[in-house]
Structures are given as C-alpha cells and as structure tokens.
C-alpha cells in the first residue's frame, strides 16, 4: 500500500490503545520495534497483508487506514477557544480534519498544487513585542494591505502564501485554530464572531503558522486580544500592528488630547472604519504609546461592545471560502468526486452545496 498516510494513521490508533513500538511489533510479527518505527515515519510501505493484520489485531476498519477524506495522526491544530471542554473541542477537530483532508487529496488532482516552499517570519520567544510589531508593519506593506489590512487579509494569505482559509460553523466558544500540515497550513475561523474579532483571529493565526517551527503553539488556548503565555502575547502583538498600523491610526489625530467622555465614540469610529473591534484598537494606542494606560482604563467596556451598537451589523461571511469551493467544483466537473459525495465531505446537502457555490462566484457543476 503506497498511500504514506497510512504510517501516521498506525501511529495515531497504537498511541490511542496505549501500546508500544515493541507491543506492535509483535503483533505484527515483526523481529524488532525498528520496522514499526520505518513504517510510522514513512520510511518503510505497509504491504496489503500487514494492512489486513491491522485491520484484525487492532480493531479498526479498513477505510481508517486508507480514506484519504481524514486526517489522523498528521494535523497540528492550535485552536483559540473560551471554556470548551477537550471532548467537545477533539469531536469538532475531527470533522474540521475531514474538510481539510479533502482539500490536501483533491487539490492536487485539479493542477491547485501547495506552495513549494513556506514563508516564515524571523522571530523565536526571546524576541521582544516591539520586534512583533514591527513585523506586522513590514507585513501590511510588503503584501500592500492598505489603509484597511483586515479587508485583504485573507485574500493575501490564500493567494500569496497559499494558506488555506476557511470560515466555518463552530460551536459557541471556538473562535478558530491554525493547522500545520507536512504539505499544508490551514486557518479555521468561526465565521459567526463579530467582525473585529475574526480579523484579529485570522491575524493572530497567520503569526502561529509563520512562526510554527520556531515556537509550535499550544493544542489549544484562551481567546484573548491581550494576555496569555509568552508565544500568544507575541501573536497578539503582530496581529495588532496588521490591523492596526501605525500611520493609519494616526491619521485619526491625537489620540492623547481627545477629551475623556468623548473617547469611546472616537475609537467606536475607528474601529468601524478599519473592521476591528474598539477594544483592541485601544489597547494597540496604548502599546504605541498613543494613549495612555489610565486613560484606556476609564474607558467602560460597555461603551465599546460591538463598536458601541446593542448587535453586530454585518451578516457573517459565507461558508468555506471561495478557493476551497473552486477545488471542490473542479473535482465534480472532472469527475473525480460526485456531487453527492462531494456535498457529504462539507457536511452539506447538494442543494445547499449548489447554493454556496453561487454565492462565492464559483460556477456550479452539479446537476439538480
């Protein structure tokens, strides 16, 4: 069996059912732990025998092994979440691991190839926030994000980084994750946060897989714009100065001399014109020295929920993104999935996918 993910997959179900390199060596008939190893690195195939004694001995079914639609045993999720349970956040990462996986095994197959080599920004945990943010501002115009960052962000990500963005129905409390995969990075984002805070995930994001082999994120962490442990402080500090450059907030004025009761309609005001939210921004004036620490603390965060409206104003983005539904389209049109397979890898009806391919643009193969 060539299929090199069926090593990992091994891997994934012993590490699951506590056994040893040893223990499955033995099972398999194997003089020494060293082949195991070979196999789960890749290094050694696993014949078809040696597939159907796993299949038997460690009780799983074969399609665990050999359906290229999963993804166990080779993702790397670090997900931003507020008080969800590992049961929960594992079940959801699963079937993000499906989309994801299709992705990776069709891609390929329609001429949509992954980046040969990967951007990485040169920053480790001794590096200081001013270092942070001063790559965020290179960033914004090394890729000319503009007056706006958070408008073309995604679209920078995906089109000159080839990371794959999607925006996806989470449970209440998962903000979004990075995934590294050895062919693949991929960012989630719930698209049904507020506006100001999916920009700032999606920032906060692309510093993890910038910076992934230099400081690996944690599996899971604490949704925050401000706080956290060395590595997410540094992701918070970059993800600000995207958003948030400098010359583009100073061009709102002295922030310092806008008297106090008149603050939080200005930073409602800004935040709105530069898609974040009005807490965030404050707490970036206070980083640039902009405002002072008293001053961004008299301001209630009441004032400043929502941008200071009682809900948010725009309708979430649509689901997915439109280069992922670009592959899924190819694939059907060429015949290499059918649309009813297709629809159940998004957890979607044919109908719906259909619906979802017009409305990101992307002409519709399916025949309904």
Not at 130 to 146: C, K, Q, S, T
Not at 234 to 255: K, Y
Not at 320 to 335: M, R, Y
Request: with cysteine; glycine share 6%; net charge negative.
């Amino acid at each position: 069996m060539a299929a090199n993910f069926i090593g990992p997959r091994i891997k994934a179900l012993r590490e699951e059912r506590n056994l040893s390199q040893d223990d499955l060596a033995r099972l398999f008939g194997f003089k020494d732990r060293q082949t195991v190893s070979a196999i789960e690195t890749g290094e050694r195939r696993v014949t078809a025998e040696e597939l159907m004694i796993a299949v038997e001995k460690l009780g799983a079914s074969l399609d665990y092994f050999t359906d290229p639609f999963l993804l166990i045993g080779e993702g790397r999720f670090s997900w931003r979440q507020t008080n969800v349970g590992p049961q929960r956040l594992n079940a959801y990462e699963r079937s993000a691991g499906r989309w994801i996986a299709a992705f990776r095994a069709i891609a390929p197959q329609v001429g949509r190839v992954a980046p040969l080599l990967r951007r990485a920004l040169g920053l480790h945990k001794g590096s200081r926030f001013e270092d942070a943010m001063e790559a965020g501002e290179r960033f914004v115009a090394e890729f000319e994000l503009g007056d706006v960052p958070a408008a073309r962000l995604a679209e920078v990500m995906e089109r000159e980084l080839g990371i794959l963005v999607l925006h996806v129905n989470a449970f209440d409390g998962i903000s979004g994750a990075a995934c590294r995969l050895p062919e693949l990075d991929v960012v989630l984002i719930n698209r049904h946060e507020v506006g100001g805070r999916r920009h700032f995930d999606l920032a906060h994001e692309l510093f993890h897989i910038l910076t992934w082999d230099a400081m690996p994120p944690e599996h899971s962490e604490e949704a925050r714009e401000t706080g956290g442990n060395r590595v997410e402080q540094l992701a918070n500090n970059f993800a600000s100065a995207v958003l948030m450059p400098a010359a583009v907030l100073d061009r709102f004025g002295d922030w310092a001399a806008i008297p106090e009761r008149e603050l939080p309609a200005r930073l409602n005001a800004a935040a709105d014109a530069l898609l974040v939210t009005a807490s965030a921004l404050k707490w970036r004036l206070v980083a640039l020295d902009r405002l002072k620490p008293a001053a961004a603390r008299a301001v209630p965060d009441a004032t400043l929920r929502n941008n200071g409206r009682d809900v948010a104003p725009v309708p979430p983005p649509p689901l997915f993104s439109k280069p992922f539904l670009e592959v899924i389209a190819l694939a059907v049109d060429q015949g290499r999935v059918s649309a009813r397979r297709a629809a159940g890898l998004v957890d979607l009806t044919v109908d719906e996918l259909d619906d979802l391919l017009t409305t990101h643009g992307v002409p519709s193969p399916l025949e309904l």
